[in-house]
């Protein structure tokens, strides 16, 4: 499923491996030459008149605190815009200055940016390539090394596997492996696999501290050892994020998508794409919770809100997504899944087709193609069963049918595991590729411990025969935040069921859904009333209880008692 289409020169970055530079270093017994710099110039899109083009710049030789590249165009090609660089043109040269983020090349550093153009007749490759006015992709004799020419090996770091968690270790995060490692008999768990929350500009350098993006991939080569490794990143700072969800608001306000961009987006794509990490499996996780708003809390829906409302009508969430799924895409290493809710969201028919068109809408915005999108993971961050063994959707009590139980409440879907098979062939059925992957968060979906039903409830009703039999304890389909009663699922493991690439801890079991009181922040999460064990409920819940755990910190935030919960109720249960 692999994305961009190579022109040329991908072979000179690809041979780089763990190492960080852009070329197999040649044994000193060979008398080969170093190559003081590599040039990885990809043609991604063309449609005969335009295109666009991604490029990664390596440097070998003394580490530079700026960098101007340059090259001369044999055509009439024209650069009409760019991003992650300064590039300017004069004639057929091209010089290319980088942005106040990207401007440090360490010996074996490399930057990447893109820009699109324009051109009639040909749209040859240009070469050479200057490195603040060394030549590229040639040795200190002058000899190209290797032939540009030549196209990159199939069985090279660059081609995506149909699967990337399978034959892989997926990295554990340090941070998280520690916290959970102090709770009483947390070590049982705290060696499993879990997501890394990008949920702020600031968490790409470290918060508080605390480890940032490059500090994960460098510790995920150290994991990865001579085999393969998956690490998973969440991307999650939309301008107006979860509109419908205060707890989860983020840093951004509705109208920031060009901070998005620049300042979130693009030096997130550029760490990505260094080749120091090619050999790494980069699973990312594309903004939760936020495209599924604009189709079930927007006016005329009674459960409207007017943060939503504006989210629709300035697109923003559409132009995120599409620009995070573009230039992640661009990483060849990189794959893509787009947050569809889950089952209790969009089972039903009013919302699961137009969500479905939503994602594609969202897949098809700011450059981005359906090939962007290696899959989509449902339940992130919820509590949805994945399955529920003890009745069916086709079942019946007393001529009434399941569906018209309160639980499920006229949806087509009873659990996790079938709606994300639906939606996979839903997504196919419109446009997405046929080896689309789903992933499945089973972090707090469990549902075991004492109150986890033997077997079918009664059949003296059809309410009595659901909520008698159903693994999932809630209160209500609609509760989110920090519920009571709530275990860990399913542990990670790849390939488990048709069409599912994975079920993954995305969530870290332990952390907080959100303040269960008002709590002053500065990471812009907001008190959300679905967080409060006191609140009665609203529309969206049936106006029932929250079911939320009291005294939780905010969102992100390490909740001790969650995490005790979650290890006691764990299904299958914990050793």
Partial sequence: MTRSRTAMLAALTLVAGATGTAFAA???????????????????NDWGSGFTAAVTVTNNGAATSSWTLGWTYAGNQKV?????????????????????????????????????????????????????GVTCNVDDGGSPDPDPTDPPDPGGPSDRVNNPYEGAK???????????????????????????????IAAIEGVNGGMGLRDHLDEALVQKGSGELAIQLVIYNLPGRDCAALASNGELGPTEIDRYK??????????????KYADLRIVTTVEIDSLPNLVTNVSPRETATKNCDEMKANGNYQKGVGYALNKLGDTANVYNYVDAGHHGWLGWDSNFGPSAEMFKTAATTEGATVGDV??????????????????????????????QSDWVDWNQYTDELSYAQAMRDKLVSIGFD????????????????????????????????????RYDRRIHLGNWCNQSGAGLGERPQASPAAGIDAYVWMKPPGESDGASEPIDNDEGKGFDRMCDPTYEGNERNGNNPSGALGDAPLSGHWFSAQFQELMKNAYPPLS
């Fill in 374 to 403: 290696h899959g989509f993971i449902v339940n992130t961050a919820n509590y949805s069963a994945l399955k529920e063994e003890n009745f069916k959707i086709t079942d019946s009590v007393n001529g009434t049918s399941v569906r």
């Fill in 434 to 469: 046929q080896n689309l992957g789903m992933l499945i968060d089973t972090s707090r979906n469990g549902w075991g411990g004492t109150a986890r039903p033997a077997g079918p409830g009664p059949q003296t009703d059809v309410n009595a025969y659901v909520d008698g039999g």
């Fill in 262 to 275: 620049t300042e979130y987006i693009d030096p997130i794509a550029a760490i990505l794409a260094d080749p």
């Fill in 26 to 44: 040649q044994s000193a017994n060979a008398g080969a030459a170093a190559v003081p710099c590599a040039v990885d110039y990809k043609v991604q």
């Fill in 80 to 132: 009409t815009n760019s991003w992650n660089a300064k590039v300017s043109q004069s004639g057929a040269a091209v010089t290319v200055a980088n942005e106040s983020y990207n401007g440090t090349l360490s010996t074996g550093g490399s930057a990447s940016f893109g820009f699109q153009g324009t051109y009639s007749g040909s749209n040859a490759i240009p070469a050479p390539f200057t490195l603040n």
């Fill in 170 to 200: 997926v990295y554990v995060n340090p941070e998280w492996s520690e916290k959970a490692a102090a709770e009483p008999g947390g070590d049982r768990i705290a060696g499993q696999p879990t997501g890394v929350w990008l949920d702020r």
